[in-house]
């Protein structure tokens, strides 16, 4: 992390620092509306993807839109199990074999599903970008869910 000191020079932070901003500073406004914005009770800095889409709710549509536009026109049991096996995976931080002890399946039906929906979303989950723009149309999905 890298701030401007107070003399104008360049500061480094380690991984630990956090910066919260102070009163009229950097990060002061709009601090308790993130807060808000949590799903859950979570705090916000456990969560950022689904406060960042709570918190921007038309650009949050367009992205689910876009992102999984063809995910969405699958039958639901389909599509529930293609998201699930997302959800998965990212929560067994990209580990196939861990994804697929828990949901109960061999690995391989773990890659298949992880591949349609890369064909289905136009999305690679292996380039962090387009990694990113899932992540988030997933997080939009739980929000429109919820909702609905």
């Known amino acids: 992390m890298r701030r401007e000191t107070e003399a104008g020079g360049p500061h480094t932070g380690s991984a630990g620092d956090s910066y919260s901003g102070s009163a009229g500073g950097p990060g002061a406004e709009g601090l308790g509306a993130r807060e808000a914005l949590a799903p859950d009770g979570v705090a916000p800095d456990e969560r950022w993807p689904a406060v960042l889409v709570a918190g921007a709710p038309e650009l949050s549509v367009r992205l689910l839109a876009e992102v999984f536009g063809p995910l969405l026109a699958l039958a639901p049991a389909e599509r529930a199990l293609l998201v ?7 929560e067994c931080g990209g ?10 399946c061999h690995r391989n039906t773990v890659f298949n599903r992880l591949r349609r929906l890369e064909r289905l979303t136009s ?26």
């Open 123 to 148: 999305r690679s989950l292996s380039h962090p970008c387009e990694l990113v723009e899932t992540v988030l149309a997933l997080e939009a999905l739980r929000w429109a869910a919820g909702r609905g």
């Open 95 to 104: 580990s196939v074999g861990r994804a697929a002890v828990r949901l109960r």
């Open 84 to 90: 699930g096996t997302l959800d998965a995976w990212l």
